[in-house]
């Protein structure tokens, strides 16, 4: 079974722009969920989105939003880039049983977002 | 916020059991306990997860203690590809994904 896949890679940025990053779960999964990792504040929750409804959601402004798609399929959208946006941003999968009380989360290989 | 304290960073020579300590001292009584690790700023990977219970794969064993205030993950013979940073999470019950991840432990696995 094909695992967790981001797309682009690797994508520079400069100030003022906006970016959209992609994430495909794995087959099966319903919930994926965003991260994001900067040398300074380590890996930091963003949000997470179930049956295209967001369900949780971490500390960072409205300039950080997300959807998911009927695919299950998701995309995270940062507008009016800054230079500390630059992190990698990561995007995690999970079955989300209904009933579960605990899921785990595997995640993509990442997208590293430079911003100049 | 993290819910979890981990030292710094640990060394462990190849082909002994590398024991990596965790407190969650404020874990709730649904929440899990997730480890993953990550190497070189790849995503990270899963390793394993208990609630109560004493656990084991393929890759480590998950000791919790009665308590559940602290768990220690055991690798039982370290290779060089276990050098990376080891995340210990708890997770599940009311934030069911929302992971909070602390900074880690950095294994250094030496020849």
């Known amino acids: 079974k094909a695992g967790v896949t981001q797309t682009p890679r690797y994508l520079i940025k400069t100030r003022g722009q906006q970016v959209t990053l992609s994430c495909s779960p794995i087959?099966?999964?319903?919930?994926v969920s965003w991260y994001q990792q900067t040398p300074g504040q380590g890996l930091q929750f963003l949000f997470e989105?179930?049956?295209?409804?967001?369900?949780n959601k971490g500390n960072f402004p409205g300039r950080f939003s997300g959807r998911q798609f009927s695919n299950s399929r998701s995309e995270m959208n940062v507008s009016t880039l800054e230079l500390g946006d630059s992190a990698l941003y990561l995007c995690?999968?999970?079955?989300?049983?209904?009933?579960?009380?605990?899921?785990?989360?595997?995640f993509g290989p990442g997208t590293r977002l430079t911003v100049l | 916020d993290a819910k979890t304290t981990q030292p710094t960073s640990m060394d462990c020579a190849e082909g002994r059991a590398a024991n990596l300590p965790c407190n969650h001292s404020?874990?709730?009584?649904?929440?899990?306990v997730y480890w993953y690790r990550q190497i070189h700023s790849q995503g990270p990977q899963y390793i394993i997860h208990g609630l109560k219970n004493n656990e084991t794969n393929e890759m480590a064993s998950l000791i919790i203690t009665e308590d559940r205030k602290s768990s220690t993950l055991i690798l039982p013979h370290a290779t060089l590809r276990d050098t990376a940073v080891y995340y210990c999470i708890v997770g599940g019950g009311d934030n069911f994904n929302k992971f909070y991840f602390g900074s880690g432990t950095k294994l250094n696995v030496k020849p």
């Open positions: 995690a999968s999970s079955l989300a049983l209904a009933g579960g009380s605990t899921d785990t989360q595997y």
């Open positions: 404020t874990i709730s009584g649904n929440e899990y």
């Open positions: 087959s099966g999964h319903r919930s």
């Open positions: 989105y179930f049956s295209e409804t967001q369900r």
